[in-house]
């Protein structure tokens, strides 16, 4: 172990929502795999190049339980991924049958099927803002509280059987949940989710229905090993992660697109052809928050030269892996057409993102219709004047844009 | 071209379907992949290669 004052602080300071912190390119090089102090303020390993990244999530000697975690190194003062979660003894039996009961419902075909309906979401959406656009003084209208945010909260109260009317309360509770900056409110914010969950799942109860809350309650109620507070927090998370997510990553994708015009050209130019390559560029470069992904070691492990023991905290940095030269060639540079297809943006391994399809289907749908109904979109504020979210999942909390109407 | 599938590694993240969903398909009843197609003609090997690529789990393995 080395000493503190040899530690890297995170979160390591950014330029803006785009870029990275320079450093991270020294690491990648030079300690790929390095000792940090995490934002709570204990020890952590921050694992940088795209190599060790991708090794880690696929081997199974990392978790996201804590052989002890009344011990375990705590990563950020929000309650969402600040610590472990899930029982050290039982964690992959748990996982595979959460994955075998969540897996159907957000199949690759399923969400395709939901396009056609999406897409009529979106185009609502967009009528909306027309009409707001065409009666404002200034032409200027709000695309994240227009567009980025209402559809994947449509999506996913429609896929879990959450009623749509409760995203005021549900999201004003995921943004203090994820909130790094207020402390223990955070934790009670997390507590009140709980119990706006539990208040849903017995209100649901009786008269189940065709949604993934309503299959994880039967699922629940039939298998005596299956906690109840283990479904509640699955509940919560789904929710939370179903719109935090893939809100933050529209706004994020819309800003590469619009910060350089000839982006947002070639998307113009042929947004059904161009709109999947786009989207898995969005995938790859956009950064939301500033750490990674949480994992501790279930035992003692050497791994690049680096000795890691049982309990240690890893931070996974998908954003820097993502940028790693040794695998994307100019990898600051947003190109849809790179030869490199893959990237780490939902993950890799066991834990691979369960609502990949879901996002993947939304965001196509959003940058394809913004492409085809508003081809004169432009940004009506610098980059550097936006609001930025500080939440763990990062983002952009407004996203003023203007265009000329025909 | 032979293509083969591992059920106990796949997690069922349907990263094949949207790669080659000629090949590839998610079971309905618990989502992990349905090989429509085990000697895929030599003109969807680009997509064929690409889906085991992408599998995050390593599930596909691809033989010429």
Redesign the interface.
């Known amino acids: 172990m080395s000493t503190a004052t040899e530690r890297l602080q995170l979160p390591l300071p950014r330029p803006n929502v785009l870029e990275l912190a320079p450093l991270y390119e020294v690491l990648r090089r030079e300690a790929p795999i390095t000792p940090v102090t995490t934002p709570a303020g204990d020890p952590a390993w921050l694992v940088t190049r795209h190599e060790e990244v991708r090794l880690l999530l ?1 081997d199974k000697r990392f978790g996201r339980s804590h052989p002890e975690p009344e011990r375990a190194s705590r990563i950020t003062t929000a309650a969402v991924q600040d610590g472990p979660t899930g029982e050290y003894e039982t964690e992959e039996a748990d996982h595979a049958r959460m ?2 009961l ?8 399923r ?1 395709r099927m939901l396009a056609d309906h999406m897409d009529g979401l979106v185009q609502g959406y967009l009528d909306r803002l027309v009409a707001e656009h065409d009666a404002s003084p200034d032409g200027v209208v709000d695309l994240h509280s227009g567009l980025a945010y209402p559809l994947p909260v449509a999506m996913i109260c429609l896929l879990l059987g959450v009623p749509e009317s409760d995203h005021e309360l549900f999201g004003r509770l995921s943004e203090r949940m994820a909130n790094t900056t207020i402390g223990e409110e955070a934790h009670q914010a997390r507590e009140e989710f709980f119990r706006y969950m539990i208040g849903l799942v017995e209100t649901k109860r009786p008269q189940l229905g065709e949604d993934v809350i309503s299959d994880l309650i039967r699922a629940q109620s039939e298998d005596a090993s299956y906690d109840y507070a283990e479904m509640v927090r699955l509940c919560v998370g789904l929710l939370f992660a179903g719109h935090e997510t893939t809100v933050n990553r529209i706004g994020l994708g819309l800003l590469f697109l619009l910060t350089e015009r000839s982006r947002w050209e070639a998307l113009v130019a042929d947004p059904d052809g161009r709109v999947d390559a786009v989207v898995e560029e969005i995938m790859r470069l956009g950064a939301p928050g500033d750490l990674g992904l949480l994992r501790y070691a279930r035992e003692d492990v050497s791994i690049a030269g680096v000795d890691i023991r049982r309990g240690d905290a890893l931070v996974l940095s998908i954003n820097a892996a993502n940028r790693d030269a040794e695998v994307y060639s100019d990898p600051e540079a947003f190109n849809p057409d790179r030869p490199e ?2 990237h780490l943006g ?5 834990h ?3 609502g ?2 879901l996002a ?1 289907t939304e965001l196509r749908v959003v940058f394809a219709a913004l492409a085809h109904r508003l081809p004169g979109l432009r940004l009506a504020k610098d980059l550097d004047q936006l609001r930025v979210r500080t939440t763990l999942t990062g983002g952009v909390a407004e996203l003023p844009v203007t265009w000329r109407s025909r | 071209m032979r293509v083969e599938v591992d059920l106990e590694k796949c997690v069922g993240a349907g990263q094949c379907v949207l790669a080659a969903d000629d090949v590839f398909d998610q079971r309905e009843e618990d989502g992990l992949v349905d090989l429509l197609d085990a000697s895929p003609p030599e003109a969807r090997s680009a997509d064929v290669r690409h889906a085991a690529a992408v599998c995050p789990a390593a599930a596909i393995l691809v033989r010429d």
């Open positions: 696929g994955r075998r969540l897996t159907p419902a957000f199949s690759a075909k969400m297809r893959t939902f993950g890799h391994g066991a691979f993102c369960i990949a399809s993947r």
